[in-house]
């Protein structure tokens, strides 16, 4: 997702819950592509409905361009 300024006052929080074993995965996951779960999350979504940054970009923002 890179560093792009986000309008924070306008952004929206979505309360996600995960069992312990899916986040410890998930964590690894981001770390192993260099971004945060927010950006990863973000990009998935965004990804998934066509619209945002992600969907935009070849490769929809995943940096090792894998889906």
């Known amino acids: 997702m ?4 986000r309008d924070t ?3 929206r ?6 069992t ?3 986040h410890k995965a998930l964590r690894i996951k981001v770390a192993e592509e260099d971004t ?4 990863w999350v973000e990009a998935l ?3 998934t409905l066509g619209v ?5 970009r070849p490769g929809g923002g995943n940096k090792s361009g894998r889906r």
């Open 13 to 18: 929080t979505v309360i996600v819950r995960l």
């Open 2 to 5: 890179g560093d792009e300024t």
């Open 36 to 39: 945060s779960i927010q950006k």
């Open 9 to 11: 006052e306008s952004a």
């Open 45 to 47: 979504i965004e990804r």
């Open 52 to 56: 945002g940054q992600a969907a935009a």
């Open 20 to 22: 312990p074993e899916t």
